[in-house]
């Protein structure tokens, strides 16, 4: 029995006749197109991966990560109402409306009657709020640069390629 590819599990592809193709820094050359279904297995591992390390090492420890996706969006599309935020975040609204009292006893937000429903609140970060969102932006972007900075030249130019690429998957989720 042939060994498997640790990557995917399948047999490993014969060699091909002829020159070896040239290599692409850090992995086997391309021969056409990626398969979308092993690509996303692999983001979505690396991610799962990623951000309980990112997490595991910030200094805010009543700042959980669905706290702080709260707060980025906020910074992001705020103000907004409860009901838009949990909208946002695709999660209950009962389960935002309890993160938003959780928030504001915190003194991250502020809350606003809305101007066109008076009944209605509009939330947004209030300074401290903003202040806590930039260092935890700053602590985790200096984890990722002193991790990225310790690869190989390589590897960083292929990450920097990479981007674009993210940056559309989340452009395109809307």
Not at 22 to 46: F, M, Q, S, Y
Not at 49 to 55: A, F, G, K, T
Not at 77 to 89: D, Y
């Amino acid at each position: 029995m042939a060994p498997s590819d640790t990557t995917t599990g399948h047999p490993p592809e014969p060699a091909p006749e002829g020159p070896a193709p040239a290599e692409a820094p850090g992995g086997p050359a391309a021969t056409g197109p990626a398969d979308p279904a092993e690509l996303a297995g692999r983001l979505r591992a690396v991610i799962q991966h990623l951000l309980p390390l990112l997490r595991g090492h910030s200094t805010h420890r009543d700042l959980t990560p669905s706290r702080t996706a709260a707060l980025a969006t906020l910074d992001a599309h705020g103000p907004l109402r409860v009901s838009e935020l949990a909208a946002r975040m695709n999660i209950a609204l009962s389960t935002t409306s309890r993160m938003v009292d959780l928030l504001d006893d915190r003194g991250w937000i502020a809350r606003r009657t809305d101007p066109v429903d008076q009944r209605a609140s509009l939330i947004s970060l209030n300074d401290a709020g903003r202040a806590l969102l930039r260092a935890v932006r700053r602590e985790t972007t200096g984890l990722l640069a002193e991790r990225i900075g310790r690869l190989p030249p390589d590897r960083q130019h292929l990450l920097h390629a990479a981007l674009p690429a993210l940056e559309q998957l989340v452009d395109d989720a809307g």
